[in-house]
């Protein structure tokens, strides 16, 4: 249908058409509402590109990430990118995502400022001082970060602030359920926030946390298996990991060492990835609700979008998403001692046993 036909249909002007599902579009909220219930009623989809050409406003939003020195772009960031990319379109912007290296990003994201070429920025972070650099400097887009980090004086006028903590008591209680209490941690990069969580945790509880259940920073399946070897010669009965694909390495490296996953060791991973219910066993894990954590972005995206249109002072919208836990088949009440001791005594023999001259 042409915008002309759907206009007369809605009894507005063709401008006023335009200005509804353009973001930055002035017009009132009832009555945009109006002509997006009567475009979705009659299949009515506007011209984006057309959009663009007769607007001084982009629609284009952009997606960046900002971890160190170069984007930690995973499994778990690739499906939060596809969740926001979906969750910007049911909002009238076309996702684009960005991936250049920190010492290239700054420059070139005040360029597409500079040229109007972004209508809203979501910056995925975890450090408050290099979300801070990134955006220094280009005030006048709004922006949203997603962070791990609760800031107290956030860069932009919009946090979605990840809270990772709920996620790991859950996961954690699950196994002191499970009669677990030597439980080490394999570490991800950028993870202060899930380490002090594991830790409070613990401590609270009267549990031990010692530095030597902590494996060093890692990110790879390949990293996460060797710690995981390292960290069950030390008798540990379970192993929570920062990431899933941690865990996924701790799986199989576990498996090729001799032990049964979850009847000598369990493991917990944190991000739950689409993926990870699929293996066997299937992955106990800490989830991030990525469609909450995109929707909260966008909608705060929206309305500070709105208070600069309306020329309203900016207020910091902050939203707060928690993580949950699944727990699934890499987990499992751990054996009392002196029934069926057996298996698991024979299977971590095989991780202190020495390789004979011929291997």
Known sequence: MHIRSFAKISGVSIATVSRAFNPNGAIKAETRERILRLAAKHGFTPNIHAQRMSSRTSSVLGIFYSFSAEPIFDYYNME??????????????????????????????????????????????????????????????????????????????????????????????????????????????????????????????????????????????????????????????????????????????????????????????????????????????????RQQLSQSAVEILMRVIRDDREGRSRPQYVHTVNATFTPRGSTQVLTPKGKKISPQKDSLSLLHKKPNKNG
């Not at 499970?178 to 080490?184: D, L, M, N």
């Not at 926030?193 to 494996?215: C, E, H």
């Not at 920073?217 to 990431?243: D, H, N, W």
């Not at 009847?263 to 106990?284: E, H, K, M, W």
Request: hydrophobic share 45%; net charge negative.
């Open 80 to 289: 939060l990118a596809q969740q926001l990319a979906f969750e910007a379109s049911k909002a009238g912007f076309t996702a684009q995502l960005e991936l250049s290296s920190a010492e290239d990003q700054q420059q070139h994201l005040r360029q597409l400022v500079q040229n109007r070429a972004l209508g809203g920025i979501v910056l995925v972070a975890e450090g408050e001082e290099s979300a801070k650099a990134l955006l220094s400097g280009i005030e006048s887009c709004p922006s949203v970060v997603i962070s791990t980090t609760p800031w107290s004086n956030s860069p932009t006028m919009g946090l979605v602030h990840l809270n990772v903590a709920p996620g790991i008591d859950l996961a954690l209680g699950h196994l002191l359920q499970g009669k677990h209490t030597r439980i080490g941690y394999i570490r991800g990069k950028a993870d202060e926030t899930k380490l002090a969580a594991y830790q409070n945790f613990m401590r609270s509880k009267g549990l031990i946390v010692d530095p030597a259940w902590i494996s060093a920073p890692c990110s790879t399946f390949a990293e996460g298996g060797a710690m995981a070897v390292e960290l069950a010669r030390k008798g540990l009965s379970a192993i929570l990991c920062a990431t899933d694909i941690l865990a996924l390495g701790a799986l199989h490296d576990l498996t090729a060492s001799g032990l049964n996953v979850p009847r000598d060791i369990s493991i917990v991973g944190i991000d739950d990835l689409a993926f990870s219910s699929y293996i066997t066993p299937s992955l106990s894990s800490i989830g991030v609700p």
